[in-house]
């Protein structure tokens, strides 16, 4: 299933039974919410753009927002990202990234995927495309364990702030930590675009590795 029909069923569920009185109002008002709301959103070139899907949910996590009248929140988003860890925890029984050959594996996939997205997102923008779309840098201190990469930029962050959800974003952003878990992973991360910083650091090290241990910092 891809992640953001995933996300959306957290959302329709979480509806129904926060509000099972309004629920079918609330969920046919954010499908109509969508499309005026990404009507806003900056062109970062669509299914072309690897990246692309993380506007869809948080398109779709305001739409949820405004036709809730602003009760599905932060605090909700904190409940709906449990719910879906919930619902998934079983692939924790298949995928364990403290094995060094499942970690070598995971890097390998995704510097795969990242790499050439680098490449291509530099090309647009030369060609003044894709605007503040995502730009990647791939283990910025060649730290050689775990994964780790940069995102600089972002047009969340940027769509937020110009929209009134700069408040909201930390909260989605704070989601990102519920994947990892379900591959016994840890995501390490200091800094993100929505709390104003230029960029947002991922560093996924195993959950039960030295490094994991050692970290010390409060998770953004």
Known sequence: MAMDKAVKKAFI????????DEAERIIKRADELFPKLYAKAPDIG?????????????MMAISFYEASDHRIDGRAIGEIADDIYEHFKFLRH???LNRAGTMKRFRKLLYRKYVPYARL???KRAKGQWGNTWRIRIDPE?????VRFDLVGCPLADYAKANGYAEL???LCATDHVIPKLIHAKLIRTHTCALGSDSCDYWY???????????KGKPV
Do not use: I, Q, W
């Open 94 to 96: 298949f995928v364990n």
């Open 46 to 58: 669509g299914s072309e753009n690897l990246m692309a899907y993380n506007l869809d949910m948080f």
């Open 142 to 146: 060649d730290a050689c364990k775990g």
């Open 13 to 20: 569920r979480y509806t129904k039974k926060k509000y099972p």
């Open 169 to 171: 974003l930390p909260h």
């Open 205 to 215: 090290v195993g959950d039960e590795s030295e490094t994991a241990g050692n970290f």
């Open 121 to 123: 997102v530099e090309e």
